[in-house]
């Protein structure tokens, strides 16, 4: 496949700060860390680093936004037109964000433009959803009537991962906003640069001071201490299931509101019905798109016994066609690995496969890219041979590795599909209408994929069962997670009312 690079202008800048009340501020104690390339191994960037006193100042300037309510009681409509320019700028800026996003998190082109697109379009689906969020007028006995309100919900905190870090941030700001809260965003640490041009692209729309501020510094330092912070009403958490148990117990201290979007191990059945090369292609997006790095990656792979040896061998024969270099061009496939340590992870994960005994079919371990020698690169690798109670077959890898196993019949994968401690997403590979019907209704995860491999638009409910956490993104049930529902009963009669006869 020949490949192209696409010339674009960066919105890059060799400093960052963060943005609280509206303001470019740095850290209380003047410290900044240094966001890389994961590409090049290169510094990229420094970023203010937030201490707790600066979280305190955040918590402050979106409360006082908050109280003070100019932005909450705004007609929707209003909220609905800024909502859209935000898009609309953002739309103007694509090129600039996208190469912003690569250069920050190593992704490949096509995985950064489909990201940046559905960050826009989250933007643009919540402005329209918020007109017609509102509450009902309930059927009562006698002279009474009942209406319900939607009404804000308060200061909340978002806390994103590394892996798609513009569109996580517009799943979590967009519909917050939208509703009328206050938010204070926690952006990781290794990619903190698009999520703090969007706060400014919030501002330059017309966001008032304040509703959107955003920290920038350690997880275990801020994300914690906003987690249990009192001025606190929500958090929001996307990232690894370990953290969101802490960040859930920390919140049970004040009773918050929390949404957790957790870790995931998802499976993806072939069946021997199913239209082959269709699911070779399905299957090898599923697991190596976004470098592996995405909470519903399909990296537990199931094919039934019959087409095990056809499906192999197209698989295997594909996947080595991948390509893995320069994360601008447009004809690379596998991006960068985010970090060493998230690289030396995947490796030690792999390494624990073949110590058990499974066999290395493909990869296994690092790559060499022309150009980019001091990048962290990872081969795609497919392990065979593996067994349930393998370490890399229970447990979230992060990186562009699958494990295949066989199934027999229908009820076998089943079991095996839902045979993990997660519940985030599965894929069916079968022509059967029938069978996919029933076979997604068994199936414990919150995204069922049919004969695609796509699994998240602006619109469709997204998040887990089981420890891949609760409560659902990206959708017009979303709103009511930001929202309280109060319930007024109005008497209607002519004649005052006497309980007590007195």
């Known amino acids: 496949m020949s490949t192209s690079k696409t010339e674009i202008k960066a919105v890059k800048r060799d400093l960052y700060d963060m943005i609280i009340g509206g303001q470019s501020v740095g850290g209380s104690e003047g410290e900044y860390f240094v966001a890389y390339n994961p590409a090049t191994g290169e510094p990229l960037a420094k970023v203010a680093k937030a201490t707790k006193a600066d979280a305190d100042r955040a918590v402050e300037a979106a409360r006082i936004a908050f109280e003070t309510g100019k932005w909450k009681r705004s007609p929707v409509n209003k909220r609905s037109r800024t909502m859209n320019k935000i898009a609309s700028i953002m739309r103007s800026r694509f090129n600039e964000l996208v190469e912003l996003e690569i250069l920050n998190s190593g992704k490949s082109l096509s995985a950064a433009q489909g990201q940046v697109m559905q960050a826009i379009e989250d933007f643009e689906f919540y402005a329209g959803a918020i007109v017609s969020h509102r509450g009902a007028v309930n059927p009562m006995p006698g002279p009474f009537m009942n209406y319900t309100l939607k009404e804000p919900l308060g200061v909340c905190a978002q806390i994103i991962p590394w892996n798609y870090p513009m569109m996580m941030a517009a799943w979590k700001i967009a519909p917050a906003i939208a509703v009328g809260c206050s938010v204070i965003l926690k952006p990781a640490s290794l990619t903190p640069l698009t999520a703090i041009v969007m706060t400014e692209i919030c501002h330059e729309a017309g966001v008032p001071e304040g509703v959107v501020n955003i920290i920038t510094g350690?997880?275990?330092?801020?994300?914690?201490?906003?987690?249990?912070?009192e001025g606190v009403d929500k958090v929001a958490f996307t990232g690894e299931t370990g953290t969101g148990k802490d960040i859930m117990a920390k919140a049970s201290q004040t009773l918050k509101r929390v949404t957790l979007e957790l870790g995931g191990k998802s499976p993806n059945l072939?069946?021997?019905?199913?239209?082959?090369?269709?699911?070779?292609?399905?299957?090898?997006?599923?697991?190596?798109?976004?470098?592996?790095?995405?909470?519903?990656?399909?990296?537990?792979?199931?094919?039934q016994e019959s087409v095990y040896?056809?499906?192999?061998?197209?698989?295997?024969?594909?996947?080595?066609?991948?390509?893995?270099?320069?994360?601008?061009?447009?004809?690379?496939?596998?991006?960068?690995?985010?970090?060493?340590?998230?690289?030396?992870v995947i490796d030690s994960y792999v390494k624990s496969a073949e110590a058990e005994g499974a066999t290395i079919a493909l990869g296994g371990g690092r790559a060499k890219v022309d150009g980019f020698e001091n990048g962290h690169w990872y081969l795609p690798t497919i392990i065979t041979d593996v067994n349930e109670d393998m370490k890399v077959v229970k447990e979230e890898i992060f990186g562009p590795v699958v494990v295949v196993s066989t199934f027999k019949d229908e009820k076998e994968a089943v079991k095996l599909a839902n045979n993990?401690?997660?519940?985030?997403?599965?894929?069916?590979?079968?022509?059967?209408?029938?069978k996919a019907t029933r076979v997604a209704g068994m199936i414990q995860a919150g995204t069922i994929m049919i004969n695609s491999p796509f699994s998240a638009f602006p619109g469709t409910p997204f998040g887990g069962y089981k420890q891949s956490g609760f409560g659902r993104e990206l959708c017009i049930e979303t709103l009511d997670l930001y929202t309280e529902t109060k319930s007024v009963v109005s008497y209607t009669g002519s004649r005052p009312l006497n309980p007590f006869n007195l």
């Open 218 to 229: 350690d997880g275990a330092t801020v994300g914690s201490y906003l987690a249990e912070h």
């Open 270 to 303: 072939v069946f021997d019905d199913s239209d082959i090369d269709a699911a070779v292609d399905g299957s090898l997006f599923g697991i190596f798109y976004n470098t592996g790095q995405s909470c519903e990656a399909r990296s537990r792979l199931y094919v």
């Open 309 to 344: 040896e056809a499906f192999m061998e197209k698989f295997v024969e594909k996947a080595k066609r991948l390509v893995l270099g320069n994360p601008l061009d447009s004809g690379t496939h596998v991006g960068a690995i985010i970090s060493e340590r998230q690289l030396e």
């Open 420 to 434: 993990t401690d997660f519940g985030l997403a599965a894929a069916i590979w079968t022509k059967d209408h029938a």
